[in-house]
């Protein structure tokens, strides 16, 4: 049967929104509502395709995992410690382990499943949203996830992200299909398949505390003892796996205070504490960050468009204003109308930020992708409130709906055209690939230490011609420019004789993963380069004939000249250009 069929169980109550019958005879409408439905699944898988196949080079995050996926077997992905501090939940982790020793360790193959991840949150939010929402609703719920950019990227992501965001739809789908059940059966399967999904998510603890604490106050401020007593079957065995998953596998995890540190500088992912105005400051805005990551609801002015970030009615441009009120209105709506559903989504989000203020769980971007399905319900409402308001003007409801979803088209359209403008693009690969189109015998190649998660990657799952020099990583221990290329000298010794050296660095990255933000400080100086460090010191040492730049990843080519063996090692210039202000590493 058609996943657009599914049948969702009746609630013990009528449903908790009451819909308002569309305009036109209404199997006419049931008919076109559908067929816009199919359309828009469609094109939301189309877009998906697009960049699947476009295949473009991992970023960080992707190959620090990768290199550990390619390395360990099964066992080991359960047992062992990861190489670059990275964790990700063991459902997910032996599902992309599976299907690379089927299809090999190349992108493709690693991003598989969350592409299928990706395309399953898309066909499971139907009956969610029906559930929840009038038909001309459900079309309008489906469309945020379908053209929503940070969706398409992280479902051709070679991370978690896109089966959390899988886990918390099928959640909430579980949810409208059997919390009206009494049998123990029924309570049964829903707690066996909620505790299957916890080993796939581990965000997805918050999507069933909610659930759980909101039927269970709801039980008892209603005395349906009876009632409690059976919930205690489901979410009793989310409990159990729960903490069977804390205790075999995430207890195992060293607490990361550079990780806390890095978050709190860079991306303002904890509530500040206490209680303050500071906070609701926090709050208000990371309730406006929504809009961006994970609903991609707002223009992103990038590109040919950057120079709009400038103009005084950005915000306008954006069209944030619209959708904050979208989403407040579809909160009240649904607050006055099912106290009980409305809790039960709200919850994890307060659960979340909960978590963030006593900093153990970071409340920025890609960590809340679980609450999604919430949001969509949220602001959706809003909308066919809305309609229901403007039902008399149909030209101005359809004014409204179309600025509300033209940045999104816009972004998603731009970026299936040039898949080089979605976010967080780098092109490792391309560096490393024109390299080995390039090499010739007696050349070397040396990797700065910010790109050996790429070269240790791509040599395992591609073909490399040519084994590198990798950088040793001593900024920590060194106490100067100097100082720090002469403890280097040790990878520059491995160089000599080369008739060519290749250099390969990225001019972002300054952290390495366990590294503190901004320590040690001479090395993030506002006018130090690491990189250009490099090139003073080769360029003494011959001379630099090709640069190719792949937008971060550099690749230079310096051809060396022969020294006599009396003539001392020249002194490298300390005086490079600039570097970039903030890292660009995704943790």
């Not at 960049?51 to 992707?62: I, L, N, P």
């Not at 204003?321 to 909160?331: E, S």
Request: some cysteine; overall charge positive.
């Amino acid at each position: 049967m058609s996943v657009l069929s599914f049948a969702v169980s009746a609630p013990a109550r009528p449903r908790p929104v009451t819909p308002v019958a569309d305009s036109g005879p209404a199997r006419t409408g049931r008919v076109s509502w559908h067929r816009l439905l199919y359309l828009v699944l469609a094109l939301g898988i189309a877009l998906r395709l697009v960049h699947f196949f476009y295949s473009r080079s991992f970023v960080t995050d992707e190959l620090y995992l990768g290199v550990n996926l390619i390395r360990k077997g099964y066992w080991a992905l359960v047992t062992e410690p990861f190489a670059y501090q990275q964790k990700a939940p063991i459902g997910y982790l032996w599902a992309v382990k599976t299907v690379a020793l089927v299809f090999g360790y190349g992108e493709k193959s690693l991003r598989l499943v969350s592409l299928l991840a990706g395309i399953g949150s898309l066909l499971v939010l139907v009956p969610v949203a029906r559930y929840f929402l009038k038909p001309s609703t459900v079309v309008v719920a489906v469309a945020i996830m379908a053209f929503s950019s940070a969706c398409v990227f992280h479902s051709i992501e070679a991370k978690q992200y896109a089966t959390e965001l899988f886990a918390a739809v099928v959640a909430v789908w579980l949810y409208t299909r059997y919390r009206a059940r009494t049998d123990v059966g029924s309570l049964l399967i829903w707690g066996l398949l909620g505790s299957a999904l916890l080993w796939f998510s581990f965000s997805l603890i918050f999507v069933l505390a909610g659930i759980g604490l909101g039927l269970s106050v709801h039980a008892v401020a209603r005395r349906q003892w009876r009632t409690l007593f059976l919930y205690a079957i489901p979410f009793g065995l989310w409990v159990i796996s729960f903490g069977a998953q804390y205790l075999l596998i995430t207890s195992k995890y060293h607490e990361s205070g550079w990780l806390i540190d890095y978050f709190d500088r860079m991306d303002q992912a904890f509530m500040p504490m206490p209680p303050s105005l500071a906070s609701a400051k926090w709050l208000a805005h990371k309730v406006y960050l929504t809009l961006l990551h994970p609903l991609s609801l707002m223009l992103d002015l990038d590109g040919n468009l950057d120079a709009l970030n400038h103009h005084p009615l950005r915000y306008v441009f954006k069209m944030g204003w619209l959708h904050l009120i979208c989403l407040a209105v579809g909160a009240v709506y649904f607050a006055r109308k099912d106290r009980l559903n409305f809790a039960v989504l709200l919850l994890p989000m307060l659960l979340a930020v909960a978590a963030s203020a006593v900093k153990v769980y970071p409340f920025h971007e890609r960590f809340t992708l679980f609450l999604l399905p919430a949001l969509i319900i949220l602001i959706s409402l809003g909308v066919e409130y809305l309609q229901r308001r403007l039902s008399g003007r149909p030209a101005w409801f359809g004014l409204l709906l179309a600025l509300f979803f033209a940045p999104t088209v816009i972004t998603s359209a731009r970026e299936a055209a040039d898949p080089r403008l979605a976010m967080h693009t780098e092109y490792s690969r391309e560096a490393l690939m024109y390299v080995n189109a390039h090499y010739r015998p007696g050349d070397a190649v040396y990797v700065f230490w910010n790109m050996n998660q790429s070269y240790e990657y791509y040599q395992l799952a591609y073909p490399l011609k040519f084994r590198a020099v990798t950088g040793s990583f001593v900024k920590n221990e060194a106490s100067s420019p100097a100082d720090y290329l002469r403890r280097l000298q040790p990878d520059f010794d491995q160089l000599k004789g080369a008739r060519r050296v290749w250099l390969l660095y990225d001019n972002q990255n300054r952290n390495a993963i366990g590294d503190y933000v901004t320590l040690p400080a001479w090395y993030h100086r506002e006018d130090f380069s690491p990189p250009g460090l490099l090139q003073g010191y080769f360029g003494t040492l011959g001379r630099k004939v090709e640069q190719v730049q792949y937008n971060r990843n550099t690749v230079v080519l310096y051809q060396l000249q022969p020294q006599p063996a009396s003539q001392p090692t020249p002194r490298p210039a300390l005086r490079p250009k600039k570097a970039a202000a903030k890292p660009a590493v995704r943790r």
